[in-house]
């Protein structure tokens, strides 16, 4: 299985959050993971940022943060050119799926924890 490096973005250190979870099937299947919430923390060993970092070599993006949250995320996910950015339910955002197919982003509305324990991520 190939290292998807993986911005997980609206992370939690909530145990009940599905960030959280998340985070740490991503690093139990051997993915690098970077993580921004608004909680600076840690979880399986990932620091949480409370700020944009630089990014590079994004593969995936995945998203738990509602639609309004994610506007002030548009153009730093753009600049990152990720492959693909993963909507979570209840992330669906139709204006961003626009932005992103325009910058040959795809998108996937679906749920990570189901992709990774279904191998499909």
């Not at 993986?6 to 099937?25: D, H, M, N, Q, W």
């Not at 944009?52 to 593969?59: E, F, T």
């Not at 979570?88 to 679906?110: H, M, R, S, W």
């Amino acid at each position: 299985m190939k290292n998807k490096k993986t911005l997980v973005l609206g992370a939690s250190t909530k145990p009940v959050r599905y960030s959280f979870v998340a985070i740490e099937k991503l690093v139990e299947k051997g993915h690098s993971v970077l993580a921004i919430g608004q909680n600076a923390g840690e979880v399986a060993g990932i620091k949480i940022q409370t700020k944009a970092i630089p990014l590079k070599n994004i593969d995936t993006v995945t998203l738990y943060l509602n639609p309004l949250r994610q506007r002030d995320y548009y153009n730093y996910i753009v600049e990152a050119q990720p492959k693909r950015v993963i909507f979570n339910p209840g992330t669906e955002n139709p204006e961003f799926y626009q932005l992103l197919k325009l910058n040959d982003i795809k998108v996937e509305i679906a749920c990570t924890l189901v992709m990774l324990a279904t191998n499909q991520y």
